[in-house]
T-cell receptor
Framework: SAVISQKPSRDICQRGTSLTIQCQVD?????MFWYRQQPGQSLTLIAT?????????ESGFVIDKFPISRPNLTFSTLTVSNMSPEDSSIYLC??????????FGPGTRLTVL | DQQVKQNSPSLSVQEGRISILNCDYT??????FLWYKKYPAEGPTFLIS?????DKNEDGRFTVFLNKSAKHLSLHIVPSQPGDSAVYFC??????????FGKGTRLHILP
């Protein structure tokens, strides 16, 4: 299994600001994903981070709000832009060689005031 | 509309007894099912999975049962141990499509 780290582990932000979350993996991986878990809700896939090309976003998520970078096979960032209290969530990255075998990072707990 | 449902937000079980966590799904095209376990301040970790061609898969203390006609699966933990206290997520996918997660069930193992 891969070792995945995320920074920051938590943050409290003011509405209207942006936060960039980093995901670092200790080995090269084919697939990287970004999820959101709102309070009391399930993990929801935001997008698939593609190396060298634009991320693939799920319905309900757009690049302007959640820009994603993936410059190489071990690193990705997710930015939460123009934040509102509704963006308060845990954001998780995951990595996989196969879709069914995903390993998750520890998550970033975001609170927007 | 939720495609994967875990109707019990929490469950308490005595140590040593059997824990049974339930999950229902609505999409009959799902062909792969997974259970993840999550401790506080950690990401979910894969626990056990089952393909739709099987009705049971066992791994040590953990067994997953799949009832396709009822669109229902369950995770059995026997015997339950204190370290099993965590949130358990049921998940499903269709082919190589994305994984759909349930809301989770918090399991408390009582001493």
């Amino acid at each position: 299994s891969a070792v995945i780290s995320q920074k920051p582990s938590r943050d409290i932000c003011q509405r209207g600001t942006s936060l960039t979350i980093q995901c670092q993996v200790d080995s090269q991986v084919t697939m990287m994903f970004w999820y959101r878990q709102q309070p009391g809700q399930s993990l929801t896939l935001i997008a698939t981070a593609n190396q060298g090309s634009e991320a693939t976003y799920e319905s309900g998520f757009v690049i302007d709000k959640f820009p994603i970078s993936r410059p190489n096979l071990t690193f990705s960032t997710l930015t939460v832009s123009n934040m509102s209290p509704e963006d308060s969530s845990i954001y998780l990255c995951s990595v996989a060689s196969l879709v069914h075998e995903q390993f998750f990072g520890p998550g970033t707990r975001l609170t927007v005031l | 509309d939720q495609q994967v449902k875990q109707n019990s937000p929490s469950l308490s079980v005595q140590e040593g007894r059997i824990s049974i966590l339930n999950c229902d799904y609505t999409n009959s095209m799902f062909d792969y099912f997974l259970w993840y376990k999550k401790y506080p301040a950690e990401g979910p970790t894969f626990l056990i999975s089952i393909s739709s061609i099987k009705d049971k898969n066992e791994d040590g203390r953990f067994t997953v049962f799949l009832n396709k006609s009822a669109k229902h699966l369950s995770l059995h933990i026997v015997p339950s141990q204190p370290g099993d206290s965590a949130v358990y997520f049921c998940a499903a996918s269709e082919g190589d499509d994305k994984i759909i997660f349930g809301k989770g069930t918090r399991l408390h193992i009582l001493p």
